[in-house]
């Protein structure tokens, strides 16, 4: 049972690049999101998706990109690649709304951006 | 809005010590749900609890404790005799509704307490 699957576990970018970082769950929840972890800031939401061609923004969008074209993937692009975008990157699920039922998390991309 | 404020940044404690994580909040909402999830230093983010705004009783899981006061907005978690292995950073969430009908919304995290507990 893979639950949420994220890739890469691991990427390094120059400044300007633009890269996708994928997202997949597999338990078939219409509710996924997307997090950064950065060292003392706890996890801050990006964007969200409460279904398939439905998608908002979070706390900290600026800079990302995503959509949702099936109910099983939630890409987040990255369009210009900055150094203040070097974190840890979560992507999550849940049954049903992202506030009321327990978030599945992938186990996360760390992106250093040089 | 809503905020989660976990003010401890760092605890350690000695191996049998209890502890306690404290997590205030503000909402807007009148109901609302509150969460604790565990990152152990593998990386990952489990799930430990939820607790609704209506249920105020406090609950008990072995070694794990929490004490959920309305009237001081507060969602405390306890560790009785910890262990190394409780030894993560663990993470209070509150939800935030988006919409008027509250059949959407989101988890806003505090920053997180890391727990050392050495041998």
């Known amino acids: 049972n893979a639950g949420v699957t994220q890739t890469p576990k691991f990427q390094v970018l120059k400044t300007g690049q633009s890269m996708t970082l994928q997202c997949a769950q597999d338990m078939n929840h219409e509710y996924m999101s997307w997090y950064r972890q950065d060292p003392g800031m706890g996890l801050r939401l990006i964007h969200y998706?409460?279904?398939?061609?439905?998608?908002d923004q979070g706390e900290v969008p600026n800079g990302y990109n995503v959509s949702r074209s099936t109910t099983e993937d939630f890409p987040l692009r990255l369009l210009s690649a900055a150094p203040s975008q070097t974190s840890v990157y979560f992507c999550?699920?849940?049954?049903?709304?992202?506030?009321?039922?327990?978030?599945?998390f992938g186990n996360g991309t760390r992106l250093t951006v040089t | 809005a809503q905020k989660v404020t976990q003010a401890q940044t760092e605890i350690s404690v000695v191996e049998k010590e209890d502890v306690t994580l404290d997590c205030v909040y503000e909402?807007?909402?009148?109901?609302?749900?509150l969460f604790w999830y565990k990152q152990p230093p593998s990386g990952e983010l489990v799930f430990l609890i939820r607790r609704n705004s209506f249920d105020e009783q406090n609950e008990i899981s072995g070694r794990y404790s929490w004490n959920f006061q309305k009237s001081t907005s507060s969602f405390n978690f306890t560790i009785t005799a910890s262990q190394v292995v409780d030894s993560a950073v663990y993470f209070c969430?509150?939800?935030?509704?988006?919409?008027?009908?509250?059949?959407?919304?989101?988890?806003?995290f505090g920053k997180g307490t890391k727990l050392s507990v050495k041998p």
């Open positions: 969430a509150l939800s935030e509704i988006m919409n008027y009908g509250g059949s959407q919304g989101n988890l806003i």
């Open positions: 998706s409460v279904g398939a061609g439905i998608t």
């Open positions: 999550a699920s849940s049954y049903g709304s992202g506030h009321l039922s327990p978030l599945h």
């Open positions: 909402t807007r909402d009148t109901t609302y749900y």
